[in-house]
């Protein structure tokens, strides 16, 4: 929203997400389509980062929101919104690794960046896939406007190990965006 400072506009959006998963909760079939239309694309985006593969993320992103169809209940309204969401695709995308039990470097994963053009999108897909795995979850988190805190939360991860693996992540990858320009 214009004229909002990020964290106005934070709170608008976990205010947004909370009567979703409220209404939801409550068996309201429009307040899923409204939660779908807001973070349908991140909880794709952020499972293809992980799975690696096209349609077993649109797999993990139906499930993802036949699960919190189910389970909204279960969310406390106040908390952190983006936090819950982005734990059961985190939970349900290392499912369906376990499952698989293979990680194919096949398909890149989908930069959450609307302004991007295609070329900034492959060149950050491709820079992206040399990050270990955790790392390009966590940077692909951040991008997708989760807080560290909430980061933490969704890996299960010491917040401390969050912001140390995305500095160095960071700085990994602008290394090797500078490598690419120079050569």
């Known amino acids: ?34 939660l779908y239309a807001a973070v349908g ?19 993990i992103q139906q ?16 908390t952190r919104p983006r936090a819950w969401i982005f734990s059961v695709a985190h939970s349900l995308a290392m499912s369906c690794l376990r499952k698989s039990s293979r990680i194919s470097g ?9 302004d991007a053009s ?25 991008a997708m406007g989760a807080k560290h805190r909430e980061t933490a ?3 299960q991860m010491p917040l401390s190990t969050v912001l140390s693996r995305y500095s160095r992540a960071i700085k990994k990858l602008k290394k090797c965006l500078e490598s690419e320009e120079n050569a």
């Open 1 to 34: 929203m214009f004229g909002l400072t990020s964290t106005e506009q934070s709170k608008a959006d976990n205010a947004f997400l909370d009567r979703c998963l409220d209404g939801i909760a409550h068996g309201s079939r429009d307040a899923l389509a409204r």
């Open 153 to 155: 939360t969704v890996m």
């Open 41 to 59: 694309g991140e909880v794709f985006g952020y499972a293809l980062s992980v799975v690696k593969n096209y349609h077993e993320a649109q797999d």
């Open 63 to 78: 499930e993802v929101f036949l699960k919190i169809w189910r389970c909204a209940g279960q969310y406390r309204v106040g």
């Open 106 to 114: 096949e398909e890149l994963p989908e930069i959450p960046y609307e």
């Open 118 to 142: 295609p070329i900034e999108r492959q060149t950050l897909s491709r820079l992206l896939e040399q990050l270990p795995d955790i790392d390009r979850q966590i940077v692909m988190l951040h």
